[in-house]
């Protein structure tokens, strides 16, 4: 059983800064203020494409959790809080097979008054359309394919590496437009039509950010038992699982071990939802 506070609310009353350009305050206030008693204040005044963008006119500096931090910190600078809430996302293969794309999304947590750090998130795969459009009816039909204009396209003339880049395509009118000046522009006749990844531009990936929003109350929910900071949380799988077959030792786990993430507080969790793992899973029984 995970152990909670004894109200849950440990930033009840507070103000905690989120600085973000692309709407991302409409998803993330109505799950963290109801749960936690806190109020999200919308910063602005900073330009958070200036940390890297999708479309690859600026890379992305660090790690995708290094740039979640230092948009976080931007935001308590320019707020004056102690506290602050910030989103990245990122997409690439799959890490399964590495054939499909894929979004992770993750929200980090700061808090200097308790010096804690805490991380929710959400994955999954995704789309990723893209097209070389020789024709306005080749543009129209990808357009309506990938679902526009709720889901906002970027466009560019000859292929995916020209700097010469059109954004906030939100209507029909606005997309022929932009269709119109990027074919005059291009050498060879053709558009090159992408997603628009941003949160505000992309229905789906809002979606995952609201998931990782959610993966984030429940760890600042969870409380340690020592010191009742927020985030205890799972932060290893001891593998280890007998087999049922041979008794040896699997990769599955049979442990969970969580951790306080402002005192050195940890709890061992012996698995109880399966004693045996599968022979499917054992590298002797199914080598």
């Known amino acids: ?3 909670t506070a004894p109200n849950g609310r440990e930033a009840e009353g507070q103000r905690v800064a989120l600085l973000t350009q692309h709407g991302k305050e409409k998803v993330l206030a109505p799950i963290l203020e109801p749960a936690l008693g806190c109020r999200i204040a919308h910063v602005q005044g900073f330009d958070t494409d200036t940390l890297g963008t999708f479309t690859r006119e ?4 660090g790690t995708q959790l290094e740039a979640a931090r230092r948009k976080a910190r931007e935001g308590m ?3 004056g809080l102690t506290r602050g809430v910030a989103n990245e996302g990122s997409f690439g293969p799959d890490p399964f097979t590495g054939l499909f794309p894929w979004n992770v999304e993750i929200w980090v947590w700061l808090d200097d008054e308790l010096g804690i ?8 795969s995704t789309r990723d359309g893209h097209q070389l459009c020789h024709s306005w009816e080749a543009l129209q039909g990808f357009a309506e394919q990938e679902g526009f204009p709720d889901q906002q396209l970027v466009l560019r003339p000859d292929g995916p590496d020209n700097p010469r880049v059109h954004k906030d395509l939100a209507d029909w009118a606005s997309l ?3 269709y119109e000046t990027a074919h005059a522009a291009s050498r060879a006749g053709e558009v090159f039509a992408e997603l628009d990844l941003r949160a505000f531009a992309s229905p789906s990936r809002m979606a995952r950010i609201a998931e990782a929003a959610i ?3 429940q760890k600042l929910l969870s409380a340690c038992p020592a010191c009742e900071a927020p985030g205890f949380w ?5 593998k280890g699982l007998p087999c049922a077959g041979c008794g040896l030792p699997t990769n599955a786990h049979r442990e969970t071990i969580r951790a306080c993430t402002r005192c050195d507080h940890r709890h061992v969790e012996p698995r109880v939802d399966q004693l ?7 590298r002797w029984c199914n080598p």
Request: glycine share 6%; charged share 25%.
């Open 58 to 61: 600026i890379p992305r500096a």
């Open 117 to 124: 750090e805490v991380v929710g998130m959400a994955q999954g």
């Open 234 to 238: 799972i932060t290893e799988r001891v």
């Open 215 to 217: 993966n984030l109350r």
């Open 77 to 79: 600078r320019l707020a």
């Open 276 to 282: 045996k793992a599968d022979p499917s899973q054992c």
């Open 1 to 3: 059983m995970i152990p």
């Open 176 to 178: 022929r437009s932009a």
